[in-house]
């Protein structure tokens, strides 16, 4: 059975750095381009970050351009966001998702697999 399993999620800081992590199984994880979204309490889910199947490509929101990085660990089928000089706006759920391409998650089109979810709260 495919699945998408997040942790890593916590309360921190403001300032403080944290990193979430996405565990796939199931599903040919070289097959697939990650990405992270969140969604914060009473607003729409939104994209945060996607790699490309081979690590070489990258995508950020610009809210989160230069504080987080997602990386990938084909050899464990991780996928991880390093997320660092995090503030009170990126209190969130945030979602680990896989699909074709990063073109289709940036775009919220035909995304395949979702995980459940790891809360991260950012305290002032």
């Known amino acids: 059975q495919e699945q998408l399993v997040e942790s890593g999620g916590g309360l921190v800081q403001t300032g403080d750095s944290l990193r979430v992590s996405c565990a796939a199984s199931?599903?040919?994880?070289?097959?697939?381009?990650m990405g992270w979204f969140h969604q914060a309490p009473g607003r729409e889910r939104e994209f945060v970050a996607a790699?490309?199947?081979?690590?070489?490509?990258?995508y950020y929101a610009d809210s989160v351009k230069g504080r987080f990085t997602i990386s990938r660990d084909g050899a464990k089928n991780l996928v991880h966001l390093e997320m660092n000089s995090l503030k009170p706006g990126d209190t969130a759920l945030y979602y680990c998702?896989?699909?074709?391409?990063?073109?289709?998650?940036?775009?919220?089109?035909?995304?395949?697999?979702w995980g459940q979810g790891t809360q991260v709260t950012v305290s002032s």
């Open positions: 199931g599903l040919s994880f070289s097959v697939y381009a």
């Open positions: 998702a896989a699909a074709r391409s990063t073109v289709q998650l940036r775009n919220f089109w035909a995304i395949e697999y």
């Open positions: 790699i490309s199947q081979s690590g070489a490509n990258t």
